[in-house]
Structure formats: C-alpha cells, structure tokens
C-alpha cells in the first residue's frame, strides 16, 4: 500500500529560502502522488536512517520534505467532536478572523494555530502517546505540561476548553457511569455530557 501526500505535508513554509531546501534536500514532495521523498530528508551520507537529521529538516525545511504536519504548529490533535468538519476548513477560513477561534479550539492541526491560544502543550511529544492522560503515575506531568493534548485546560484560551456537552452516546454512557466514573477527568464529563451529568 502506498502512502499519498496529502495537504498536510507541504502546508507550512521552510525557514530557508526553497532553493537552499531543495539544494540542500532534493527536490520537493508534491501533493496527491506517492512518490519517495527524497532520500536526504531522513538519511546521512552513509545512507543510514538518521533521526537527528530528520529533526534537523523538519525544523528548517518541512516543507521541502513534506513534514509539516510534524512541526509544532502543525502536530496536534483536532478536537474529537468539532463542530465543523476539519477536512472542509479552506485557506481563506484560515486567514479569516471570524473563524479563527473556531479552528483553534476544533481543528488546530489544519491551519496551524497548535501553539495559539494559552491553551498549549509546554513539552514536546505530549501527542505521541496518549495513554499518558490517563496514566495516574502522569497526572501531574501531564496537567502542566500536555494540557492541550489531555483536556486540561480552563476557559477559551485553546483546544481543550470544555464545552457543555451533549454527546448523543450519554444516555448510555450514564447507565455505564460515566458520571460518576473516577477514569475520566471533570473536564470530559463536561465536554461529551457536561448536560445529562448536570455539571453545566
């Protein structure tokens, strides 16, 4: 099975100009084709797999290589229930005022706002493995360092506000305890049935 670059990968700009990215790393990967990117986005010169290099490229030419869904702007989770469809979200909205709010808090990864808002991940990784906001052992790294990543924020400052939710699953959640369930932090109760469980 082939892998197609889509939007994501080229939708952000090299930090050095893209004649220096593509003299430095080949030739630049193209949305929609299946193509390799070239071998120097990720090998040395013993063509040997080389994660420092390719963190090297993703911080100055992440486009080139179609790896900017890998920078911080980009690398994130979108809400799990936003209230409009992410895939749909256009250049124009992006650029646009009156929508940004809406695409910080519900769908972040798609026009690069990660890092708006007070509502943001202080380390890095926190999206890698998100077994950690559930961990007990990790509730206090995880509610200062991967707020947005966990759902540990308060107020409008980013993603992870909780709204007064009204997931149609609730009813049958609430039979299985959801609200009175120790697992999930206040935040989610709030934000997927913040209204059946009367905390909003």
Same mark, same amino acid.
């Given at each position: ?63 080139t290589c ?12 979108n ?27 519900? =769908?972040?990864?798609?026009c %690069? @706002? /990660? ?7 202080? $380390?890095p990784?926190? *999206? ?17 360092? =991967?707020?947005?990543?966990? %759902? @540990? /924020?308060a ?6 506000? $909780?709204?007064?939710? *009204? ?9 299985n305890?959801?609200?009175?369930s ?16 009367k905390?909003?």
């Amino acid at each position: 099975m082939s892998k197609i670059y889509g939007p994501r990968a080229v939708n952000c700009k090299n930090k050095y100009p893209d004649a220096d990215c593509e003299a430095l790393f080949g030739g630049p990967v193209k949305v929609n084709t299946d193509g390799d990117r070239d071998a120097k986005c990720y090998k040395n010169a013993a063509t040997v797999a080389d994660e420092a290099r390719k963190e090297l490229v993703i911080s100055v030419c992440p486009k080139t290589c179609g790896y900017c869904c890998l920078t911080p702007p980009y690398n994130c989770k979108n809400k799990e229930f936003p209230r409009i469809t992410c895939s749909s979200i256009t250049e124009d909205m992006c650029a646009s005022a009156k929508w940004k709010d809406i695409i910080t808090q519900d =769908c972040p990864n798609v026009c %690069g @706002f /990660c890092q708006e808002g007070s509502c943001v991940d202080i $380390a890095p990784g926190c *999206a890698k493995d998100l077994t950690i906001c559930r961990n007990v052992d990790m509730q206090q790294f995880v509610k200062e360092y =991967c707020q947005r990543t966990c %759902g @540990f /924020c308060a107020g409008s400052g980013g993603a992870a506000s $909780a709204a007064c939710g *009204a997931n149609p699953n609730c009813a049958n959640w609430i039979r299985n305890g959801f609200c009175d369930s120790r697992f999930y932090t206040e935040e989610q109760k709030k934000r997927y049935c913040g209204k059946a469980c009367k905390l909003c």
